[in-house]
């Protein structure tokens, strides 16, 4: 979230410059140091993904979905351990309480599928997260490259005057 804010930070700076090294006018009028720092800024975003949000919300996702499989496991148990008190019609001392369980084990259910939705949604997505990082970080060095034009092949040519 912090290299997203900053990122729009230096956008914006880079909108209010008035320095041009290129007369394209695909660089936006901004000056070598703000697309050196466009151009960081994206390469850094694409590390912050790959090496720290992506693994966490993959970390928090299998948490979650490991706590939610072993609600269930003792949902089920308690749901099995009503069930010789719930056998009868006539007077069932736990009816409410093993038709909450059921409900429970219900809930409980959804949750994991969603969470397990969740999970491979995260892990579709994530190529398509690397392409867009790695695309917004070629963009970046390309419009760095195009305000330094190659410098040719080392001779110097003499001119006379």
């Not at 490991?66 to 089920?76: K, T």
């Amino acid at each position: 979230m912090l290299a997203r804010l900053a990122a729009v930070v230096v956008l914006a700076a880079i909108g209010s410059s008035s320095h041009a090294n290129c007369a394209c006018g695909g660089c936006l009028g901004a000056s070598t140091d703000d697309l050196q720092r466009v151009w960081e800024m994206a390469a850094l975003q694409q590390r912050v993904y790959q090496q720290i949000e992506h693994p966490a919300r993959v970390r928090e996702l299998r948490s979650e979905i490991e706590f939610a499989e072993a609600r269930l496991r003792l949902l089920r148990d308690r749901s099995r351990e009503y069930e010789p008190m719930t056998r009868w019609l006539v007077g069932n001392p736990l009816y409410v309480t093993a038709e909450q369980t059921r409900l429970a084990i219900l809930r409980e259910e959804r949750r994991l599928q969603t969470l397990r939705q969740v999970y491979a949604e995260e892990h579709r997505l994530h190529s398509y997260r690397l392409r867009a990082n790695a695309r917004a970080v070629s963009l970046a060095a390309q419009r760095l490259a195009h305000t330094h034009p190659p410098a040719g092949d080392g001779s110097i040519e003499i001119v006379n005057h």
